[in-house]
Each structure stands twice: as C-alpha cells, then as structure tokens.
C-alpha cells in the first residue's frame, strides 16, 4: 500500500473568454511509499509545479485522482480541504511564504495555533525539532532580519511540527545560494533518514541527486524515473544528467 | 518628443488608477463647490435687509477661512497618498529611461488635470447649487426667499485663486517626494523589508497622559469664561493625545497581548493581534485622523443644532418679558431707587395710554460688585494687572447684593432675618462656612439658598461667571457700605443695577410699535443723564437677531461636517484599498499553510472591525468627556439645556453611527475585490 497515489491525472487551462485550452497535465500516474524521498523534475512550463498544487489539493485535476492514505484528496470537501492539508501536508516553498508580520517562532507555530494547539504542547515539539534545525539561536527573530538559509530553515520547521504524512517542497533551494542549498539539501536527507517523506519538485540537478527516486516530467507526461539505489550522489547527479541531456534532445527512452 | 506626449502619459496614468483618482478628484469638486458657496453667501449681498445679516455674514466668512485651511491640508495628505502608491510606476519610467524632469511633468499635468476639473466643475457645481444653499439658509433663521439669482464674479475669481494656490503647493510636494527618491528605490518601495514595530513604553504613556489631560480640563472647567480660555488647550490636548495614542499606544498594547502567552496562542487572536501591530503602526496616524474627524462633527452637529432648536428659550432667558427695561449705574444712591420707582410709574402710564396693561412685571434691583474669590473671601481690591499667579477664572466671582423684600417677592417666600444675618444663593465652586466676607465686610450666614429659583436668573449675567447672591434685610445699608470702593482706574466698582420687564398681550408688530415709542419717551422725557444707561427691548425685535446667530451656526456646522464626513471617508476608502494589496499576499500563504477560507474571511473581518471601531469609539469617549466644557461654552450664548444638549449628542451619535456603517460595508467590498 503506497502513501501516495497520483492516478491519470490530466490538468486542462481555460484560458479566460473559453479560447483555446492548455494542456498542462496529460496523464500523469505514479506512486510515492512511506520514507520515500522523491524528486520531479522538468523544465519551466513542463507542468511540475501544476502537478504539485494538485498534490498539495490547492489545485483540482480535471481528471484523475490522488489518494493520500485511503483518503481521496479529489473528494475532500472545500471547506475541509484546508483543515486536511494542515493535517496531513507540510510545505516548503521557493519564496519561503513566511509572514512578515510574525517571528520565525510565531510562523512555525502558525499551523500548530491553526489547529488549536495548547502553547505548552507547541513549544515542546519546537524545543525537540530546532536544534537539529539549526535555529535556535534565531527563532525570536522577525523574517527580514535573517539571511534566506535560515528563512527556509525556519519554513522547514513549519512544514515538520505538524508531524505531516508528507512533505511537499516546490523549488527549496531556488532562492538560496549555493552553500544555503547544500545545507537545506543535507537537511533533508536528514529529515528523510528520520523516516519523513518528501516529494520535491525542483530543476536543480544538484538537489534532485539527493532523492532516492527521480521521476522526469516534459510536455504533461512522466517521461522517465530513476532510482538511487545504493549510488552516492555524485553518481546519481551523474545520471540524472544524462538523462536530463537526453530529454532535451528530444530523445525516447 | 513628439508634444502632448506629458499629457497623454498624465491622462492614462490616471486612468489607471481610477480606482484612486475618481474619489479624489470628486473630493476635490465637492471642496471647490462648497467653498465657493460660503464665499458667495458670506461675501456678496445675497444676505442682505434683515437683522443680524453682518452676523452671519461674519460667521460664513470664518467658514471661508476654515474650508480653505482645510482643504489645503486635506488635499496634501490625500495627495501624499495618491503619490505614495505609484511611486513603483515612477521608478519604472525612470528605468525605461525618463529623468526627473520628465517625470515632473506627467506630475505637472496631472496636477493640472486635477485642478482644471476640481475647479470647473467645483464652479459649476457650486452655481447650480448656491441658490438652494441660500434659500435652505433662509428657511433655517426664518427670513423669507429671494428671488435672485446671482453668480459673483468675486467669488469665482477668489475660489479659483485659492485652490490654485494649494494645488501649486501639492503639485511642489509631489515633484519633491519624485525628485528625492532613486529609480531602485522608487521600483522596490512597497517592499522595502518594514521593520516589526517596538513597543515604546515612553511614548505610548505619554500619549495616553497627555489626552487624559486633555480630558481633565474639559471635565474640571466650571466656569464659561475659563472654559473659553481651556476649550482651546483642551481640544489640542486631546488631538495630540489621539495622535499618539493611535500609533505608539496601540503597538504597545498589542505587544503586551503578545507576551500573554495563553491569549495570544489562540487561532482567533493570534493573527490579528500581530497584524494589528503592524496595521496600527502604518495606519494609526489614519485612524488618528478618523477619530477626530468623526468627534469635529459630532461636536460641531450637537453643539450648533441644540443651540439652533434651544433658540426661543435662550431668547426668553434673556428677555423674560415681551417688554424689558433696564438701567444701571455705578455706584450706589437711594436717589437711584427713586429714580426707578418714577421710571415704573411712567412706563405703566404709557402702557396703559397704548391701550393695554402690564401683565406679569418683574422688577428687581440689586447692586453688584466684582473680585477673585479665595478661602471664603471675595477679594475686591485686586488690580488684574498687577496679579502674580496665574488668574483661575474659575475663581473670578461676582457678588449680588439684593433686598429681602425683594427676595420674597420674586420667589414667593417668607424668609425672615435678623441681626445682619444674610441668605447666600451660590453658582460655582466657592466654598465657605457660616460666614463669608465680601471686600472688608463679614457677614454671618443664616441659611444657603438655591441659586434656581426662576426669577433669580433674571440677577446678573445668566452664569457666565461664579456668582453669589446675598439677600439681606439691610439693601441700603449694606450698598452703602461698598459705594466707596474704586478700582485701579478710579471707577466705582460696585454696580446698580434695574430690571423691570413686563407681557402687554400685543402681537408682534403692535408690540415693536409700542416698545419703539417707549424707548423714544424714555430717552428723550424720563432720561435725565442720573444714569449710566436705560434702555428698553421687546422680545420679537431681538428674535431675528438671535435667529441669525444660531441658524448661521447651524448651517455653518452642517455644511462643514459634510466637509469632515467626506474627507472621513476618503481616508477611510484608502486605508481600506492600501490594506487590502497588503494582505493580498499574506491571505495566499496562510491559506497554503492551511488556515481555511471561512479562517481567514472570519478573521479579517474581526481585524477590520476592530480597527474600524476604535476611531468611532474614541470619538465618542472625546464627545463625551469634552462636552461638559461644550457646555459651559454654550452658556456664553445664554444656552443652558443639558438635557437637549445630551438629546442632539445622542442624535448625532447615532445618525454619525449609521453612516460610519454604511461607509464601513461599502468600503469594506472594495477591500474584499483586492484580496479574492
């Protein structure tokens, strides 16, 4: 039984005055197991971040479903559908998404407060989590005042203190300079060796080499997945290179 | 460049910002009109042939003055806003490559496209609607229509002068905040990293000390004059206090809301107080400006209208009777009484020659003497000039000496007294025991009386300043005694004093006849120049007079609280707009993060209301705590009805209420449209 199942699922944009559609989706199928860390990957306007709004329920598909434990997302009611995603998802975002008008403590509670939460409870599960985060120095801290490794640390923490069945990361490392990615990327390694699992869309070979599996999307579809299996990154980057290489010369596989 | 480009670029930038540029440019017109229409009825001859027409002339023509402060004030700060918010289009102009001269421009004909239609159609407007402000004015102090139409050239040519003027001035204020701003800074300026607010300890409490003393002067004045001297510091007091109270104060209180852990920790409080923190530090000076715009008009409204619908009674304060005359003279003289018993004889003759009799006569006599009143003494030889401490006015008494005979009279009793002993009637907080003395003299009170009774107001100046009556069995004795005491110009201080008022049962005309004929008969057979001043007044010749005052008051009142109301809501209108691009984003991730629709609709609502509350609820607390000195200020006009005084409050309370809803649901949508 897989955690998450993505099934047939098709995405078609209207544009506005019901013109000519756009086929973002086209029939995307794939599974993710409990502890899995996986990558999709793609170019700009391949449709990854669609699939991830789908995932995440922001989006609804035009056809398909998704099931996340038993639960079909696609049924959830609107006015649920929050509740569940702050139950059941945690998210990590290329722009952070922390508000502004909080500290970095206040917006990981943020979720936390949402659901009701007693404060003795939320600053025990933040006591337990910060340290391997890295910011326990800086939690009183307001978002402006701190550089975008610790802004996405912060965003990490968010994601994590709900205790999510998922976690879905859009372009983590997008905003981030190089020695900020390495260390959100061995971040969630570590996450992921705790035994969260993570789906991360993203376009950066570097990050995707982390995952265990590495699922290609181009023009709607799955293109091609790889797996990890017992290679070091350095190969895995390797791989997902010449794949990469090989989608854009329009090669089948 | 090809010409007519600047124009081109000013008129689609406004285009634009419709959304913006529509209400203040409406404002704008409404401002121009309403200006031109004080201006015209204040200073052409439209207000012409009837008493107390130089009255209201005056009145309109402070208006004039007050609408063009106003307006110019208002217009920056509107203007400053307007700027603020397209400060980003600017700095992409400047990108793409204009320089400030350039930029200056487009601002140059923006502001000349405001202007030309502000004034034009302000103009127009204010034509077409002047003759319905002149006859609502004319309905209000009873005079009756005109039939002219006029359009003065005065006017047009002084409304257009002035509001160029101002919007030279905004125009010089937008080039400024262009012209000192970079292209970087002009693109990043919404999102320039705001700082979280501190709370000020310091300056919160200052705020909040400085409008509480606002407020214990408004609530400690006793006296009419002090409160003409106080209502000024008073009200300044309160608008400085408003003002930081607002900004720094509200921060402070919701820092402090933040440390509560166990509040703060709750999905309805948590977002909005930290929010509101922010909101309050970027806006408080916006609901500052609410808040005393709201409490001008409700002061204003419940001022002028109780003193308008209160007319005729204040009018009866000051003239009891259909016929009042009246003498005084410095110094004391029993001739004085003869003079004044000859005086009644004479006058009820000629009544009774009229035609009619003298029905319902008061007549009283008293002396009067002045000082500044401390530890149960009322000083009398004290020079104002060369007084050291600061003078209380609240302190400043006035003593009235009249005759238990007349006492009796007047009131009806059968009070007795003996032994020199007097009967004290106090307005005012002057405290003494069982004796109070008056200059040198020392008189044993028998018993404190009520200063209410009816006819006794007819003593003095109807409570302008702290007074005391003493009623003693010894009139002639007792003015004697203080005849001799003179002020630092060599005056008599002491004061005699005649009141004889009496109905005829004429109607108006026959009433003013009469009183016309009586006055001459006075002045030229009865006056023998003994008196410092006679003279007689029928009630229907000062009616008009009155009126005018009033109903000039009011009408000023009104057509200012549109002003204020208007301006209220345009401020309102922007805070909403500039709010709503602020929380658009904010309202994304929160709903990412997983707080539901009906979470976030509940609560912005319960933020929006609080902040739309706060302004109305203060505004009353002002209204409440400055009416008291409100009060006192209306007693210089002879107004002394607390409880339709309160009645009007209330009224304009609630009418200002329903309408602070009503802008509160309509503005509200606007800000919805921007965050879904």
Redesign the interface.
Known sequence: MSLLEAKNIKKIYKTRFGGASVEALKNVSFTVEKGEYVAIMGESGSGKTTLLNILAALDKPTEGTVILEDKELTKVKEKDVAMFRRDNLGFVFQDFNLLDTFSLEDNIYLPLVLAGKKHAEMKQRLDSLAPALGIGEIIKKYPYEVSGGQKQRAAVARALITNPKIILADEPTGALDSKSSDELLALFKKVNQMGQTILMVTHSTKAASNASRVLFIKDGVIFHQIYKGEATDRQMYQKISDTLTLLAQGGDN | MKAGFYPKMAVSGMRKNGRLYVPYIATCILMVSVFYIMHLLGFSNILEGFAGAGTARDMLRLGTVVMAVFGTIFLFYTQSTLIKGRLKEFGLYSVLGMNRRNLGKIIFFETLITWFTAVTGGIAIGIGLSKLAELGFRKMIGIGSSYKFIISWQSILTTVIVYSFIFFLIFLNAARKVRFSRAINLIHSDKT????PKANWFIGITGLLIMLSGYVIALKIEQPLSALIWFFVAVILIIIGTYITLIAGSVLLCRILQKN??YY???NH?VSV??M??RMKRNGAGLASICILLTMVLVIMSSTSSLYLNREEVLHNHYPRQINCSANNYGFSEDYEKTASKLEDEIIKKTNEFGTEAKDIISISYCDISGYFENGKLNVDINPLEMTTTIDYDKVAVAYFISLEDYNGLTGKEEVLSNGEVLVAVNGNLPFEDSISIGSETFKVAKKISSNEDNLKNIGMNGLVSSLIIVTDDFNGVASRFKDISDYRGEPMLVWEWKFAFDTGLDESQEQEFNNRLRSYIMDELYTGDFYLVRSECRSEQREDFVTTFGGLFFLGILLSVIFLVSCVLIIYYKQISEGFEDQS?FG???????????IRNSINSQMLTVFIIPIILACIHLATVLPIVHKLLMLFGHNNVPLLLISAGICVLVCGVFYAAIYKVTSNAYYKIVA
């Not at chain 2, 990293?193 to 979280?196: L, Q, T």
């Not at chain 2, 991730?589 to 979470?599: F, L, R, S, W």
């Open positions: 990293g705001e700082k979280p852990k166990k920790y709750k999905t948590f930290s929010s923190a922010y904010r991730i929160m709903q990412k993060v997983g707080m539901t629709k009906e979470d």
